[in-house]
C-alpha cells in the first residue's frame, strides 16, 4: 500500500491527513508490517511549481528519510520509492542513500525509480528535462553497478563514469536491492522490460494493463530476458477500496462491498497476469483506515491466494 500523509495531493489525500503526523505515520507503518501488507510506498518531488499545487499541494515527504526512519518501526514489510525521480540526482549519491536504508532495514528495500513529469522542478535543479528519459536509462544502468556486491563499482557511460572509489555500507540485500520502473509510456515500458527487475503501473485502467503486459512481455522475451513472472514483479494500482458496506459517501470510483465481492474483482489483476496489487483505503481518519487495513488482510486478502 501507498502510505498516508506522506504526500497531500487533492488527487486521492484524504482529508484527515492534512492534520495527521509522524506518529500516524509509525502507527500505519507498524499496523502494516503486523498484518502482513507487502511493501509500504512513498514518491518523490522535490519542490511542486506553483500552476501544481491546486492538485498536488506542497506535502511530499522525503522517500529517503522517510523509508530510514520506518525501516525502524518495522521488521518484515518491504520498503519502496514509487517512485524516486532517479534522474534528478547522480547515480553515486542515489546508491549511498538507497544502499543506506536496505542497510537499515535489514535488506527490505525495494528502489522504485521514474523519469518524473514537472518540468520546473528538473529546471531548478539543473537537469535537462527534455532528456529525462536517456538520462534515467543510463541512471538505471549505473545503479545497478554502483548498489551491487562490490565495495569499489565500477561504471562508464556517456554521462556517468565511476571507478575507484568506495562506498559502505553495502545493501544488505545481496547481489543487490531490485529496482523496479515506474511509467506506462513506451519508453517507460521498454525501460522496465530490458533494465528493471519489475513493472510499477501508475494508475492504468483495468482495460489498458493487458496490451501493457503484453508489451513487457514481448520486449522481455525479444531481448532474452525470459517472459513474466518468477523474479520479475508486475504491479498495478487497483481502485480505492473499502471493505463492507460504508454508512458514508465514498465516492463514485471506490470499490465496495464485502470480503468475498472485492476479492472476486481484485483477482481479475492476476488473471491479467499482475502480481502484486497496490491498494489504498476509503476513510475518515486513523482509526478506520487501520480498521480497513485488518478488514483487508483478514477478509479479502485470503481470498486472492491461487
Same mark, same amino acid.
Given at each position: 500500500?501507498?502510505?498516508?500523509?506522506?504526500?497531500?495531493?487533492?488527487?486521492?489525500?484524504?482529508?484527515?491527513?492534512?492534520?495527521?503526523?509522524?506518529?500516524?505515520?509509525?502507527?500505519?507503518?507498524?499496523?502494516?508490517?503486523?498484518?502482513?501488507?507487502?511493501?509500504?510506498?512513498?514518491?518523490?518531488?522535490?519542490?511542486?511549481?506553483?500552476?501544481?499545487?491546486?492538485?498536488?499541494?506542497?506535502?511530499?515527504?522525503?522517500?529517503?528519510?522517510?523509508?530510514?526512519?520506518?525501516?525502524?518501526?518495522?521488521?518484515?514489510?518491504?520498503?519502496?520509492?514509487?517512485?524516486?525521480?532517479?534522474?534528478?540526482?547522480?547515480?553515486?549519491?542515489?546508491?549511498?542513500?538507497?544502499?543506506?536504508?536496505?542497510?537499515?532495514?535489514?535488506?527490505?528495500?525495494?528502489?522504485?525509480?521514474?523519469?518524473?513529469?514537472?518540468?520546473?522542478?528538473?529546471?531548478?535543479?539543473?537537469?535537462?528535462?527534455?532528456?529525462?528519459?536517456?538520462?534515467?536509462?543510463?541512471?538505471?544502468?549505473?545503479?545497478?553497478?554502483?548498489?551491487?556486491?562490490?565495495?569499489?563499482?565500477?561504471?562508464?557511460?556517456?554521462?556517468?563514469?565511476?571507478?575507484? #572509489?568506495?562506498?559502505?555500507?553495502?545493501?544488505?540485500?545481496?547481489?543487490?536491492?531490485?529496482?523496479?520502473?515506474?511509467?506506462?509510456?513506451?519508453?517507460?515500458?521498454?525501460?522496465?522490460?530490458?533494465?528493471?527487475?519489475?513493472?510499477?503501473?501508475?494508475?492504468?485502467?483495468?482495460?489498458? #494493463?493487458?496490451?501493457?503486459?503484453?508489451?513487457?512481455?514481448?520486449?522481455?522475451?525479444?531481448?532474452?530476458?525470459?517472459?513474466?513472472?518468477?523474479?520479475?514483479?508486475?504491479?498495478?494500482?487497483?481502485?480505492?477500496?473499502?471493505?463492507?458496506?460504508?454508512?458514508?459517501?465514498?465516492?463514485?470510483?471506490?470499490?465496495?462491498?464485502?470480503?468475498?465481492?472485492?476479492?472476486?474483482?481484485?483477482?481479475?489483476?492476476?488473471?491479467m497476469g499482475v502480481n502484486q496489487i497496490q491498494v489504498?483505503?476509503?476513510?475518515?481518519?486513523?482509526?478506520e483506515l487501520l480498521d480497513q487495513m485488518e478488514a483487508?488482510?483478514?477478509?479479502?486478502?485470503?481470498? #486472492?491466494?491461487?
Amino acid at each position: 500500500m501507498q502510505l498516508p500523509i506522506t504526500s497531500l495531493s487533492t488527487l486521492y489525500a484524504e482529508p484527515w491527513e492534512v492534520e495527521a503526523g509522524p506518529a500516524d505515520l509509525r502507527e500505519v507503518a507498524a499496523a502494516a508490517d503486523r498484518l502482513g501488507f507487502a511493501y509500504l510506498a512513498t514518491c518523490d518531488h522535490v519542490a511542486v511549481p506553483v500552476r501544481l499545487t491546486a492538485a498536488m499541494g506542497t506535502v511530499w515527504y522525503d522517500p529517503v528519510a522517510t523509508l530510514a526512519h520506518l525501516a525502524a518501526v518495522t521488521e518484515r514489510t518491504l520498503l519502496l520509492s514509487h517512485v524516486a525521480v532517479a534522474a534528478l540526482r547522480h547515480p553515486l549519491a542515489l546508491a549511498k542513500q538507497y544502499a543506506t536504508v536496505d542497510r537499515l532495514a535489514g535488506g527490505r528495500l525495494v528502489l522504485g525509480v521514474g523519469a518524473g513529469h514537472v518540468r520546473e522542478e528538473f529546471q531548478a535543479l539543473g537537469v535537462d528535462f527534455g532528456r529525462r528519459g536517456t538520462i534515467l536509462d543510463e541512471t538505471v544502468d549505473a545503479l545497478k553497478e554502483a548498489l551491487g556486491p562490490s565495495e569499489f563499482p565500477q561504471f562508464s557511460g556517456r554521462r556517468f563514469v565511476f571507478r575507484g #572509489l568506495g562506498q559502505a555500507p553495502r545493501p544488505a540485500r545481496t547481489p543487490r536491492p531490485p529496482i523496479w520502473v515506474g511509467g506506462s509510456s513506451p519508453a517507460a515500458l521498454r525501460r522496465a522490460a530490458l533494465r528493471g527487475d519489475g513493472w510499477l503501473s501508475q494508475g492504468d485502467r483495468r482495460d489498458q #494493463l493487458p496490451q501493457r503486459i503484453a508489451t513487457l512481455r514481448r520486449l522481455r522475451e525479444e531481448a532474452g530476458r525470459g517472459g513474466l513472472g518468477g523474479p520479475f514483479a508486475v504491479g498495478a494500482i487497483s481502485e480505492v477500496l473499502y471493505v463492507g458496506t460504508p454508512s458514508w459517501d465514498t465516492g463514485a470510483r471506490t470499490l465496495t462491498g464485502p470480503p468475498g465481492v472485492l476479492a472476486e474483482s481484485l483477482r481479475a489483476y492476476g488473471a491479467m497476469g499482475v502480481n502484486q496489487i497496490q491498494v489504498r483505503f476509503r476513510c475518515r481518519d486513523l482509526g478506520e483506515l487501520l480498521d480497513q487495513m485488518e478488514a483487508f488482510t483478514d477478509g479479502v486478502a485470503p481470498l #486472492l491466494d491461487d
